[in-house]
Nanobody, 122 residues
């Protein structure tokens, strides 16, 4: 079993910055990809950014390119999201996501964190 724990959410003013982090813990797995999705009230969950741990290839939602940056630390099984020039429409619960391969069965599994609230408001 893998646990994803997010941290760093909170309230920030429009135009401000915020960094959120996620750590994967557990035994007997290897992370192959990590990332962030978000869900605003009344809307579906949407992609923010993902990164492959093998080569660092990233993928961003088109609307967020240039403002958000995803980074990972393979040794620590962590992924961070740096969010700049935040807008009120960025307000959402941000969910950490990971794809792992179980080392005993070689089965790939998806995991989700509990979510961290990011609120952009003056």
């Amino acid at each position: 079993q893998v646990q994803l724990v997010e941290s760093g959410g909170g309230l920030v003013q429009p135009g401000g910055s915020l960094r959120i982090s996620c750590a994967a813990s557990g035994r007997g797995f290897r992370v192959t990809a990590m990332g962030w999705y978000r869900q605003a009230p009344g809307k579906e969950r949407e992609l923010v950014a993902t990164v492959f741990t093998s080569d660092g290839t990233t993928r961003y939602a088109d609307s967020l390119k240039g403002r958000f940056t995803i980074s990972r630390d393979n040794a620590k099984n962590t992924v961070d999201l740096q969010m700049n020039s935040l807008k009120p429409e960025d307000t959402a619960v941000y969910y950490c996501w990971a794809v792992v391969v179980e080392l005993t069965t070689f089965v790939n599994r998806n995991y989700w964190g509990q979510g961290t609230q990011v609120t952009v408001s003056s």
